[in-house]
C-alpha cells in the first residue's frame, strides 16, 4: 500500500479572506516571499508517543521542516530563520502577534499543532496574512504516525496554492532510473521517492537494463524498458504488488512507452527491420494500434493531456525533429524548425505547451514550446541532458544530465537537475546514487 | 567509346573533388576517422582470422561504408562455412542523442548489416538484431574519437 493512505481532511473554519499576499510565478522570481514557518507545536505527551514510534526528538519540528525545504526549493519564498521567531510556536498558532512578524519582515506566517490521537497523527495548520493580520486559510488533517512527511507536502501544497493561485507539486514522487558502475557497463535499477528525495526504494535489482520508466495517471502502475533475457520490451508494473508483465506479443524491440492521459492505452515505439513505429496498446482489451506507418524512425510519443493529439519526434525530414498529430495518427505536421535536432516531446500537463531536448552545434537544450512549435524558449545549456518530465502542476520540468568525461574517460555522472518553467531556479535534485530518466508523478491525492 | 571516357573522367573529377570537400569540412584528422567514421582497430575483436566483428557508422548514419561492407563480406563468408553458428548483431549508438531515438537508431544500423549480410547468402534465421543504444559504449570517452568507436554494429557469436 504505497499510496492509498487514509487522510482525513476538514477545514476548521470556513474563512472568505482576501488573497493580500501574491506570489507571481510567471516570471524568474528574484526576491522570493519572506516568510515565517513556526514549528509545529506539540504537548508532551504526543512529543513522547511519536518518539517512540517514530524514533524523532519533536515530530513538530520535523514537519516544519519538510515545509520550509519544499517552500525554499521553488525558489518563489524565503523561509526566514527560526532563530530570529519571538513568539513561541504554541502561542503563535492561537493568535501571534503580527507586530512581531512584521518585525522580522516576515510577509506570511505558517503556524500550527500536533497531536497524538487515538494512534493516529493529527496536525492543524494556519496561514495567516501578516501585513493584513488575517488568517488566510486553517486545515486539519489525521492519518498514521508514518505519512508524517507526507503530512508536510500536504501543507505546502495548501500553502503553495493558497499564495501562488496554483496547485502545488510536493505530494508526489519522482520514478528514476538508479545507475551505478563504470559508464560502459551501467547496472541501472528503476527506483522512486518523493519529490524531495526522500523514501528511496529501489523496484527492480539490477539483473537487467532497464530504462525510461513512466507513471500512470493514477501513479499506481508504472510502464518501462527492461532487456529481461536480452529482449528490449515494454513493460508494465504494479508499484503496489511489484507484479511485472510484458505489454503485447511484439516480435521485436518496443520501447520509448508512456500512458495515455486515462491510463487506458500504452504508447510505445515498435522497432522491425530497422524501422520504428508507433503504436498503442489498449491495456483491456489487448487490442493493438498502428499509429505512424513511415520507413523514418518515428519515437518518444507523448498524448497531449486531453487525449486528442499525440507529439513524437521523428527523422522523416532527415533529422530528428517534433511532429504532432491527431490521436489516430492523422495529420502529422512537423512543429519544430529551428536550428539543430529536436527530441523528447512531452506534452505539458496544462496542454499548452511542450518540452523538449534540443541538440545543436555540440550542446544539449532543455526548452518549451507551443504545441503549434511557436514561441521556443530555451531554458537551460549543456553538455549533455535530456528527457524533461513536467511537475504536474506544469511549472517545473526535471531532467537528467551527463557529465563530461576526462582525457582518461574518467568523472563520468548522471543526476537528476530542475528547472523553473521561467528558466530560473535550475538545480540538482539530490538522490542516493547517479540517476537518469525522472518521470514525475501527479499529485498523490490529497 | 569516347564519350564514356569523358563521362568517366568527369565522374573521376566529381569524385576527387567531393572527397576534397569532405577532407575540407573535416574537423581533425586523426588517422583513425576518415569522415566521422572510426578506421582504427581499437576495441575491433575477430570471429575467426582476418574476419573483423564490427563495423563502424558516421554520425546519425546508417550507411554501410566501402570498408564496413567489406568487413561484412568476410563475415559472410566465414558464416557461410559456418553454417552451425548463429549471430547477433547488436547495434549501438554514441552518447551523442536522446536515448529513445539511439535505441531506433542501433536498431536500425544492426539491420543494415543484418540486410548486407543477407544479400550475401545469410539466411534471416541466423541472425537477430539487438539493440542497445547508447547504453553499452565501449569508449568511456567524451572526444568524436570515442563517439566514432561507439557508433558500431558488432555481430556477436550466438551459440
Known amino acids: ?446 | 567509346m569516347n564519350l564514356s571516357k569523358i563521362l568517366k573522367n568527369g565522374f573521376l573529377i566529381l569524385v576527387a573533388s567531393l572527397v576534397l570537400t569532405a577532407c575540407a569540412t573535416q574537423k581533425k584528422t586523426t588517422g583513425q576517422t576518415q569522415g566521422d567514421v572510426y578506421t582504427g582497430t581499437d576495441s575491433v575483436e575477430y570471429l575467426a582470422s582476418g574476419v573483423k566483428d564490427r563495423v563502424f557508422f558516421a554520425t546519425n548514419e546508417t550507411v554501410l561504408t566501402t570498408a564496413s561492407r567489406e568487413t561484412l563480406r568476410k563475415q559472410a563468408a566465414w558464416l557461410r562455412k559456418n553454417s552451425k553458428i548463429n549471430v547477433v548483431l547488436e547495434g549501438h549508438a554514441d552518447e551523442r542523442g536522446t536515448r529513445e531515438y539511439n535505441l531506433a537508431l542501433g536498431e536500425r544500423r544492426a539491420n543494415s548489416a543484418k540486410d548486407y549480410l543477407m544479400t550475401y547468402g545469410i539466411s534471416s534465421d541466423r541472425i537477430s538484431v539487438l539493440s542497445y543504444g547508447k547504453e553499452r559504449p565501449v569508449d568511456s570517452g567524451s572526444t568524436p574519437l570515442s563517439w566514432s568507436k561507439n557508433r558500431r554494429s558488432v555481430t556477436v557469436k550466438a551459440n
Open chain 1, 1 to 446: 500500500m504505497l499510496f492509498r493512505y487514509l487522510f482525513i481532511l476538514l477545514v476548521i473554519f470556513p474563512i472568505k479572506a482576501f488573497a493580500l499576499i501574491e506570489v507571481d510565478i510567471t516570471r524568474g522570481n528574484l526576491n522570493p516571499l519572506p516568510l515565517a514557518i513556526s514549528p509545529l507545536s506539540i504537548d508532551e505527551k504526543s512529543k513522547s508517543s511519536f518518539k517512540k514510534i517514530l524514533k524523532k526528538e519533536n515530530i513538530g519540528i520535523e514537519i516544519s521542516a519538510v515545509v520550509e525545504n519544499n517552500l525554499k526549493q521553488t525558489g518563489l519564498f524565503n523561509p526566514l530563520n527560526k532563530d530570529a521567531f519571538l513568539q513561541k510556536p504554541d502561542i503563535a498558532n492561537l493568535k501571534p502577534r503580527f507586530e512581531d512578524w512584521n518585525l522580522i519582515k516576515a510577509q506570511a506566517l505558517v503556524t500550527g499543532k500536533v497531536t497524538f490521537v487515538d494512534e493516529k497523527l493529527r496536525v492543524e495548520f494556519r496561514l495567516w496574512d501578516v501585513l493584513a493580520g488575517k488568517e488566510m486559510m486553517a486545515l486539519a488533517f489525521t492519518t498514521v504516525p508514518s505519512n508524517w512527511r507526507r503530512v508536510g507536502h500536504i501543507i505546502t501544497d495548501k500553502v503553495y496554492e493558497r499564495l501562488t493561485g496554483e496547485k502545488g507539486y510536493f505530494d508526489t514522487r519522482i520514478i528514476y532510473v538508479s545507475e551505478e558502475g563504470p559508464k560502459t557497463n551501467r547496472i541501472k535499477k528503476l527506483a522512486i521517492m518523493d519529490q524531495d528525495g526522500f523514501n528511496n526504494k529501489f523496484l527492480t535489482l539490477g539483473n537487467e537494463l532497464v530504462l525510461t520508466p513512466r507513471f500512470s495517471p493514477t501513479n499506481q502502475m508504472v510502464t518501462y524498458l527492461s532487456y529481461f533475457r536480452n529482449l528490449p520490451r515494454v513493460y508494465l508494473l504494479d508499484i503496489e504488488t511489484g507484479m511485472q508483465e510484458v505489454v503485447g506479443d511484439f516480435p521485436g524491440m518496443t520501447f520509448a512507452p508512456r500512458f495515455s492521459p486515462d491510463g487506458k492505452k500504452i504508447i510505445m515505439s515498435f522497432a522491425k527491420d530497422g524501422n520504428s513505429d508507433i503504436y498503442t496498446m489498449d491495456l483491456e482489451n489487448r487490442i493493438i494500434e498502428r499509429i505512424t506507418n513511415h520507413p523514418s524512425i518515428d519515437t518518444s510519443p507523448s498524448f497531449s493531456p486531453d487525449g486528442k493529439f499525440i507529439t513524437f519526434n521523428s527523422d522523416r525530414s532527415k533529422y530528428q525533429q517534433i511532429y504532432v498529430m491527431d490521436s489516430n495518427g492523422k495529420n502529422v505536421k512537423r512543429i519544430s524548425f529551428g536550428n539543430g535536432l529536436y527530441g523528447t516531446p512531452v506534452w505539458s500537463p496544462r496542454g499548452d505547451l511542450i518540452a523538449f531536448t534540443k541538440l545543436h552545434k555540440g550542446k544539449f537544450y532543455i526548452g518549451v514550446m507551443r504545441a503549434d512549435g511557436s514561441g521556443e524558449r530555451l531554458l537551460t545549456e549543456n553538455f549533455y541532458q535530456e528527457a524533461p518530465s513536467w511537475s504536474p502542476n506544469g511549472r517545473v520540468l526535471i531532467f537528467y544530465r551527463e557529465t563530461k568525461t576526462n582525457s582518461k574517460g574518467e568523472g563520468f555522472s548522471a543526476k537528476l537537475w530542475s528547472i523553473d518553467l521561467t528558466g530560473y531556479n535550475e538545480k540538482m535534485v539530490e538522490t542516493e546514487t547517479d540517476a537518469s530518466d525522472p518521470s514525475w508523478s501527479s499529485l498523490l491525492g490529497n
